[in-house]
């Protein structure tokens, strides 16, 4: 049946361990508790906040609280339309695992005739895009370029210690909360996969004694599947997505290091005139450097 495929929108959502005590949350309970189902009418729109492949994104109020969020809106025909029905539903499901300060919480989700909603976290300080794009010659300092891509590494391997495939890191996808911390957005492009983190331990010297420079264990946790989708955003694709050999979780790396230079330097290493051209330059094109930052 077709309100079938939206049944997981219409699913409980509650809270996990490292935001249960929000305001946002105690707003969202304080609701729940007298027996009600979060929908749309709780909440007063304020402003559209940006569009995506899958939907729209407002600023919204939930009413009587002064509490904002983030909503993504997504309409059920133009998914069934273009065949994005799965999307909303790995996005619906990855949105409700997470549990981290860089990532977005899910407060509620719900659906109406025509749409199915998330409430997530609405981040006062815009997209690192904008940010960077108001920077003089559109570059960070080399001091800032660390901070955020420190945060974005910590983001990518919670997200890969799930299973996740991010598949979408790009400056307009990282968001900055008000304390400036930052928040890995999107994950209707995101894959699930099993993964078995592990902790792997350096054998000892030959001695009796632990040496002090003994190496501490290592922690692992790399999703092992790889996918076939051609998917990202031409400038941060990696090669093996262009080539359809198969990628697995080493893309969000391949972005990272794209996201770097980008920050540093004020553009991507491999943008062509055109896509086609991206894409050559990505598969042959030598990686360099300016001899200067701008």
Not at 202 to 211: A, E
């Amino acid at each position: 049946r077709p309100e079938d495929l939206w049944a997981l929108h219409s699913q409980p959502v509650f809270p996990r361990p490292h935001k249960r005590h929000s305001s946002s949350w105690l707003a969202i309970q304080k609701i729940t508790s007298r027996g009600e189902k979060i929908g749309l009418h709780h909440f007063k729109p304020i402003k559209p906040l940006g569009c995506g492949d899958t939907g729209s994104v407002h600023l919204v109020e939930l009413k009587g609280t002064g509490e904002l969020f983030a909503m993504k809106a997504m309409e059920k025909s133009m998914m069934l339309n273009r065949n994005k029905v799965h999307r909303a539903c790995v996005e619906r499901e990855i949105s409700s695992l997470l549990d981290h300060p860089f990532l977005p919480s899910l407060y509620s989700s719900f659906q109406t005739p025509t749409h199915v909603c998330l409430i997530t976290d609405f981040c006062p300080g815009g997209e690192l895009f904008n940010l960077l794009d108001k920077q003089p010659m559109k570059l960070f300092k080399e001091e800032s370029a660390r901070f955020y891509a420190a945060e974005v590494v910590i983001g990518l391997e919670y997200l890969h210690c799930l299973g996740i495939i991010y598949r979408d890191l790009k400056p307009e996808n990282i968001l900055l909360q008000k304390d400036g911390h930052v928040v890995l957005t999107d994950f209707d492009l995101s894959f699930m996969t099993p993964c078995k983190p592990q902790v792997l331990k350096h054998p000892l010297p030959n001695k009796r004694r632990r040496s002090r420079n003994q190496p501490p264990p290592t922690f692992v946790a790399e999703p092992s599947t790889q996918s076939n989708s051609f998917v990202g955003t031409e400038e941060y694709i990696a090669p093996e997505i262009i080539t359809g050999a198969g990628h697995s979780s080493a893309i969000d790396w391949w972005a990272l290091g794209i996201l770097l230079y980008e920050m540093l330097y004020g553009r991507t290493p491999f943008r062509g005139k055109n896509r086609q051209k991206t894409f050559s330059n990505i598969l042959h094109k030598d990686l360099s450097f300016p001899s200067s930052i701008p």
